[in-house]
């Protein structure tokens, strides 16, 4: 009789085990396909993303976003580094200079996103101040001499930010 309960407790462990390490390996898979699929459907938005750019007056920056593809919400941040970072800018984030003020036609509305990544996957930012867009134009002072200003559009995935596009204004 003891080698019976001995031997259903051994059977009962196992599968136990098994049914934990089966868990632990679902959960795990099922987190990075999801960072997959977001990271692949970010790489197709940012192909059809296409903003304009017009320069007023050698005063001031007009960006028109255009997407044929993406119609959802996207955030957008503007900052300024200095010039010679300009060979540099996949690396260079906000904390390298300074923010840009930007202006709408349209109410924008500002936020902290923290875990902004590439589309690589990689992150390039711990925290970014943007403001939320929809489409609309906005506009913002050209760079001082010897800075240049780098654009960002951010698009939200699930708990992280991947920047979709990038505009370098000088």
Wanted: hydrophobic share 45%; proline share 4%.
């Amino acid at each position: 009789m003891d080698q019976v309960v001995t031997a259903m407790i051994l059977v009962v462990a196992t599968i136990a085990l098994g049914l934990i390490a089966f868990a632990f390996s679902s959960a795990y898979s099922s987190t990075v396909n999801v960072s997959y699929y977001n990271q692949i459907e970010a790489e197709k938005i940012s192909s059809s993303f296409n903003p304009t750019t017009v320069n007023i007056n050698n005063s001031c920056a007009l960006i028109i976003p255009y997407s044929y593809f993406y119609h959802g919400i996207f955030y957008v941040t503007v900052f300024e580094v200095p010039e010679y970072l300009i060979n540099s800018s996949s690396i260079v984030n906000p904390s390298f200079g300074k923010y840009v003020n930007i202006y709408s036609s349209v109410e924008l509305h500002d936020y902290n996103l923290t875990n902004i990544l590439s589309l690589g996957g990689g992150e390039i930012a711990l925290h970014v101040e943007a403001y939320l867009d929809n489409y609309s134009a906005f506009y913002f002072k050209l760079p001082n001499p010897g800075y240049i200003d780098i654009v960002w559009f951010i698009l939200p995935s699930d708990n992280s930010y991947y920047v979709i596009y990038e505009e370098i204004v000088s």
